[in-house]
């Protein structure tokens, strides 16, 4: 049986992976109460980033478009959601979803954070509807794990 989640994700295309591996001492996410955090999660599609380096470090070979990594964002949603599911046991008790914070590997001049984590933002308004929509950080750093470009932290309410 297809839950309402999967139907939707379907609709749009999309397909929830298998939770990822944790490349440290952690657990992908836990459930407190009524709502499941998720650890920071990496764009990784089947265990590898897509790609790494810095966003906006425009001519350099370690250098990511901001519309690359927005998409990159995406694909943190679909892991976090993952993440989610494996804490939770099925998507379709997610209520709500409270919290987005956003890391984004920036090059020291660049400052469009807000429009790269609005990948992720949009993505989650698209599979959510109004449920989707959530407080949110979105911050520059100067590096992140496994030298990727994004990675995005959740904070899911659920029933």
Known sequence: MTSQLDARLAE?????????????????????????YT???????DGALPATGKVGASGSAASVTA??????????????????RSAIGSLDR??????????????????GQP????GAS???HDIFGEAGQHARSAVGVAVLPLDSPVEIEFIFEYA
């Open 122 to 124: 949009e993505l989650l």
């Open 12 to 36: 749009l295309g999309l397909v929830v992976p298998a939770t990822s591996k944790p490349v440290a001492a952690y657990i992908p996410a836990i459930a407190a109460g009524n709502l499941v």
């Open 115 to 118: 429009g790269v984590i609005n």
């Open 39 to 45: 650890s920071g999660q990496l764009p990784l599609l």
């Open 67 to 84: 519309e690359d990594a927005a998409v990159y964002a995406r694909q943190c949603v679909l892991n976090g959601l993952a993440a989610a």
């Open 94 to 111: 997610i209520t709500r979803v409270v919290k987005v914070v956003g890391f984004v590997a920036s090059d020291p001049s660049f400052t």
